[in-house]
């Protein structure tokens, strides 16, 4: 059907439209085609009743049939601003009116319209019809609209972020803040946007303590170099007089083939509380370095994840070996021990383990360097993590001397008991008692000894079984009289 021939028809305009979806390809194609014809153009009377259209008008709304009918009865829109009310009082006030609107189509599309609706005058200068026409700006608005809600979406990513995030212009002021920025920093954002870092009222210090000059901080490095600075430590102390450490890393934005930075992303973590951590974990460590100085016993460390072991110096001179010599792991330590106690401390260690007991303790002979067996005391605690053996710490005594000691007395002891006891049938039947009982008491006696010195260790109930170990001394010593 052809179009009916207006007196007045305004010029056409041509565009292009990006479709609101990749995935539905079918209305992509139909919005490029409605979006690359010409402004459509409809003529009403003076009460909108239609009265002609052109093609690219009836291609949008498909108006074959609607002579006749009024346009707003016809078509559904809605106003992006106004109404139908507010468009014909403008009308009648000033002979046009102008807006934005939404068409709605029946296949569910909608298309934005710059809208003019002007009277067609008579030779007597008298409206006689009304020219509609709509100029298509959908690419425009879901342009904006997707403009809108990428900004939006950036701007709650960057707000959420852990890390305070500046953008620093070419002439080094501030073009963007996060919110987290503006915490760290203790300066609102407002106040960031448009100045220099260094011109706030921020002291800046270096780990050693020294001021931190402003041509080092990271980004100005970045900016007049280009080069990235990454993980910079600085004590920051903020306006407020309160004092945290920041770790700051800065990138640089340049164009393709030039070389000097147009902008500068800056990134700022507040590491207050892992410095603190650190400075924690290097007193403790000092402190375990001079503890294992001051004693006799040889501290050890063993990671029970890695298998590793730390050992402190003591332990050199008690084994004849130098550092250079010991493996640092636990298989080079068993490898020294008694191959007839080794089994038994093994077993002893994983029954611990196992049971999730937390302290350890046991007795063996060790290889030192020269060949010769010492006998050494070893505790330990054992350390978890998730339930699960992490490490175990512990120190070891030597006591061959003292071994050596109890063994001279033994042997002393006993010869005393051997030059006073009658040489009799009789007599050699005491003198079996007496050695039985005597090797009972100093057996009794040695071990309340090695629960003593682990009371001494810090053991809780080492005390107590030493005092149990004297009291059966004083039963057998009792029970020999009857």
Known sequence: MKNPNPKQLLSAVKGSFIANTEADKATAALYEDLQNLSDSVIQTDLHFSIKGWNEPAEKIYGLPGALGKNIFELVTISFIKGSVEQLKKEMAERGYWEGELIFHRHDGLHIYFRTTVNYVKDGDEKPSSIIIVNHNITRERLAEKKLAEAE??????????????????????????????????????????????????????????????????????????????????????????????????????????????????????????????????????????????????AIWDINLETNEIYRSETFYPLSGYSPGEIGPEMDWWFSKVHPDDRDRVKKKIDAHIRKGLERWEDEYRFKCADGSYKILYDTGLILYKNKKPARLIGAIRDLTEQKKREQQLLDEQEQRYKMTSPVTTKGKEKDSTGKKLFADINETVKRAQSHIESAQAGSGDSLHKAIEYLIQVQELIRNSGK
Not at 166 to 194: F, H, Q, W, Y
Not at 219 to 236: C, E, H, S, Y
Not at 245 to 262: D, G, K, M
């Open 152 to 297: 939006d979406t950036y701007q709650t990513l960057v707000n959420t972020l852990v890390d305070g995030v500046l953008m620093l212009d070419a002439s080094g002021k501030i073009t963007t803040c996060n919110k987290r920025a503006a915490e760290i920093l203790d300066v609102p954002m407002e106040r960031m946007l448009g100045v220099m870092p260094v011109s706030h009222d921020w002291k800046v210090f270096k780990l050693d303590g020294r001021n931190f000059p402003d041509s080092e901080l990271p980004a100005i490095v970045t900016l007049q170099t280009g080069f990235p600075q990454k993980n910079v430590r600085m004590q920051l102390q903020k306006p407020s007089g309160i004092s945290l450490w920041i770790s700051v890393s800065s990138q640089a934005l340049i164009r393709e083939n030039e070389f000097n930075p147009y902008a500068v992303v800056v990134s700022l973590s507040d590491i207050s509380d892992l410095v603190k951590k650190e400075e924690e974990l290097q007193k403790s460590n000092e402190r375990f370095s001079y503890s294992s100085k001051v004693t006799s016993d």
